[in-house]
């Protein structure tokens, strides 16, 4: 196993690196960002006042538009010239986030995703096809370094041309496909059409899927059409990038590499913290970042945390999956709409395929539209019942969202296939 000693850390032994680690960035962040100075001074506090990781809360917050604010070098905590690499996620609104690494992020990083590929079921020699986008995005290059560093063979395909995806998945035996799960999706529908049997053909045997929100049955069919165990990633770019949580084989969470992350979730409205195990936003601070150190980073990311032991032995808690968030709220003639319920409603009715799209518009009022595939095997089977399956979908999308809305079914394969996050909304009344 990579690394068994940091992916084995018990919990007593893990607190105690947190611990040392907090105070240590705290200080050093403290002394070397100006805008964490400025933060402790307006909270009137100062590291002497951070003692033990239960005086974590007193930290203030850092934010999305901290970053924006200090575009593009402004919190770096080293000079300019100690930093090796840039990343930048350009989000959907004005300036992109910039993150920086120094030599030492860069290995502490390559660790991580090391450990990821490690606790997934990857092993030194295992033949990594690596479909995440090469570039600014930070999933191309992370899953590449990781896998480098783990001792794995590298096909770095990155996003699109995916003939030659499904070619390379045949001709060089790959054992591990990373992408998004769209990505996988859509690589398993269009191995189909190119004549492939993905079962008897290929030789998968672990995906590597994240970047954005995905459900269970998501996971049944890609692990059911690709013959791999799809492990759900997560990361962000402030957070180095992916490698933050990993699912291990009991797929029961993402074990949190908490020995480098602190997480606590919070409560998006009011900002308090929230018991264990109670649903909320995730805030992180790194423990050893040195470019760009992050304390309690608000992701805006919604999740539960369970800290029970998993039966795969790690103690590092985990992620009960990211569900959403907390800017991802439509609202929609007053009321909160989540995409993921909607989700949810869509994949409780029978018949229905994996793709949708919501669309939000404007007439005198709000108007709320879906729409969703057909499941293939249904809409070509003799029990196709079209108006039967608008009633079924409707009376799930109401029960679960209180509100009214058209839904629209598609042939099986309308709507755009994406090579990296999919985009499931569409507002148009932004555009009024
Ligand atoms: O998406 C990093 C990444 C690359 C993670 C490859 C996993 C695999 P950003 O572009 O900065 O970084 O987007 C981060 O994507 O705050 C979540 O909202 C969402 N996200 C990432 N992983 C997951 C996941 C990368 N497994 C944002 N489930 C995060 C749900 C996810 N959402």
């Not at 307006?42 to 590291?47: F, H, K, L, Q």
């Not at 395929?353 to 003799?382: A, H, P, T």
């Not at 039967?388 to 809305?405: P, Y």
Request: charged share 30%.
């Amino acid at each position: 196993m990579y690394n068994k000693k940091a992916q084995m850390m018990d919990r007593d032994e893990i607190k105690e690196k947190q611990e040392e680690k907090m105070m240590k960035m705290v200080r050093y962040a403290y002394n070397n960002v100006p805008m964490y100075k400025k933060k402790f001074k307006e909270e009137n506090i100062t590291p002497d006042d951070i003692n033990s990781l239960k005086d974590v809360h007193k930290i203030p917050f850092t934010v999305k538009d901290d970053l924006r604010e200090h575009y593009p070098y402004g919190i770096l905590a080293v000079p300019r010239e100690d930093v090796v690499r840039f990343h930048a996620s350009s989000g959907t609104t004005g300036t992109p986030t910039v993150v920086g690494y120094t030599r030492n992020d860069m290995e502490t990083w390559s660790d991580l995703m090391a450990r990821c590929y490690s606790a997934a079921g990857a092993d030194p020699g295992d033949i990594v096809q690596n479909a995440y986008g090469y570039g600014l995005f930070t999933g191309g290059l992370g899953f590449h370094q990781g896998a480098e560093t783990l001792g794995a063979s590298v096909l770095p395909t990155s996003t699109g041309n995916t003939k030659k995806q499904i070619t390379m998945l045949n001709d060089f035996q790959t054992s591990v496909l990373a992408s998004t799960p769209s990505y996988a999706l859509y690589l398993s529908e269009a191995a189909k059409k190119h004549g492939y049997d993905p079962l008897e053909d290929f030789n998968l045997d672990v995906g590597m899927f994240g970047a954005e929100p995905w459900s269970e049955e998501a996971r049944e069919s890609i692990e059911e059409s690709m013959g791999l165990r799809a492990h759900d990633v997560y990361g962000m770019s402030e957070l180095y990038g992916p490698g933050v949580a990993i699912e291990c084989p009991e797929q029961n969470g993402l074990h949190i590499w908490s020995d480098e992350f602190l997480v606590e979730t919070i409560d998006p409205e009011t900002g308090e913290v929230l018991p264990e195990g109670e649903k909320g936003e995730l805030v992180f601070t790194m423990l050893s970042r040195e470019a760009m150190p992050l304390l309690r980073y608000r992701t805006k990311d919604i999740a539960t945390v369970e800290y029970g032991e998993c039966e795969c032995g790690r103690s590092h808690p985990r992620i009960m999956r990211v569900t959403g968030r907390s800017d991802d709220m439509l609202i929609v003639g007053g009321v909160n709409v989540f995409p993921s319920q909607v989700e949810a409603a869509l994949l409780e009715t029978e018949g229905i395929g994996e793709y949708f799209q919501i669309i939000v518009d404007r007439d005198v009022l709000d108007k709320l539209s879906i729409r969703v595939e057909v499941d293939k095997e249904y809409y070509g089977s003799d029990e196709y019942d079209e108006e039967d399956l608008l009633e079924r979908a409707h009376e799930n999308l109401q029960a679960i969202l209180n509100i009214k809305s058209d839904v629209e079914l598609l042939e099986p394969g309308e709507l755009p296939r994406t090579v990296g996050k999919a985009k499931k909304v569409v507002d148009l009344r932004e555009e009024d």
